[in-house]
């Protein structure tokens, strides 16, 4: 026998052990994350990273918990929710280019640079704002009936189209013009995503923004009524909640 294959015979059960350690690992993973604890979460996820490197789905697990774990921060924890946002994005990148097909993986690049846009300047976030938009357009051209990325692109077009004029008009005087943005595609996004997904919360109270961005004030109103009336069964639930409550005032 020769001295690789020995060496292989006595690596291959260490490579078994590490595999079925990283599956139970990633089930305990996905138990923590439906309870939304994404420190949990985050913490197995990393194991699993270490005894299963290189895996896509894993590392795009591990971009997710870093984000979500954002919104357990305080408010003025700028830099702390730059640095996670920083991870997510890095782990998220590592994932697509492993398996570069994957609209899930390609949707949280788009998820990623939305984050990190919060936390940067403006010029920055600008940048990111075209980059969100153009890995969600990837993410729906992999997978056309990928609610989530109808819903990133609609809450991108609804977002964009409401900015003021002035804002506009600086944003392209300095840092350039932003892709056209519409609230009719915002709607027709939002809507295919509560047709895909009619049970997901956020999709319905987008949904209503869009509505209300598109002036369309009755249906505005019916979306946030029906999304409020949901049960929180996601990360951001409870904020879409309140933007949906603060929003209703207005009304």
Same mark, same amino acid.
């Given at each position: 026998?020769?001295?690789? &294959? ?61 984000? &979500?774990?954002? =919104? ?27 398996? #570069?097909?994957?609209? =899930? ?6 998820? @990623? ?25 990837? +993410?729906?051209?992999?997978?056309? &009936? ?32 932003? #892709?056209?943005?519409?609230? =009719?595609?915002? =709607?027709?996004?939002?809507?295919? +995503? ?19 961005? &598109? ?7 019916? @979306? ?28």
């Amino acid at each position: 026998m020769k001295i690789a &294959d020995i060496i292989f015979a006595l690596l291959l059960p260490l490579a078994a052990a590490g595999a079925s350690d990283a599956d139970a690992l990633i089930r305990e993973g996905l138990a923590a994350e439906q309870h939304l604890d994404s420190a949990k979460a985050l913490d197995l996820f990393l194991q699993a990273d270490a005894a299963k490197p290189n895996d896509a789905f894993i590392l795009q697990k591990i971009a997710r918990q870093y984000s &979500d774990s954002i =919104v357990d921060l305080p408010a003025d924890a700028i830099a702390e929710k730059k640095r996670r946002a920083t991870e997510a994005l890095a782990y998220a990148q590592r994932a697509v280019t492993l398996d #570069p097909k994957n609209a =899930v993986s390609v949707l949280s690049l788009a998820v @990623c640079h939305g984050t990190l846009g919060l936390c940067s300047d403006t010029r920055t976030k600008i940048a990111y704002s075209r980059l969100m938009k153009e890995e969600a357009e990837r +993410a729906l051209a992999l997978d056309p &009936d990928y609610a989530w990325a109808h819903h990133l692109l609609g809450r991108w077009h609804y977002e964009v189209a409401s900015l003021g004029g002035t804002t506009k008009f600086f944003v392209k005087l300095i840092y350039g013009s932003l #892709p056209d943005a519409s609230t =009719v595609q915002a =709607v027709a996004h939002l809507k295919r +995503a509560v047709e895909l997904e009619p049970n997901t919360l956020s999709h319905h109270i987008d949904l209503g923004f869009a509505y209300l961005a &598109d002036g369309q004030k009755e249906k505005a109103h019916a @979306c946030f009524e029906h999304g409020l009336a949901m049960p929180s069964g996601e990360k951001h639930d409870e904020i879409d909640k309140a933007r949906a409550r603060a929003a209703l005032k207005t009304l």
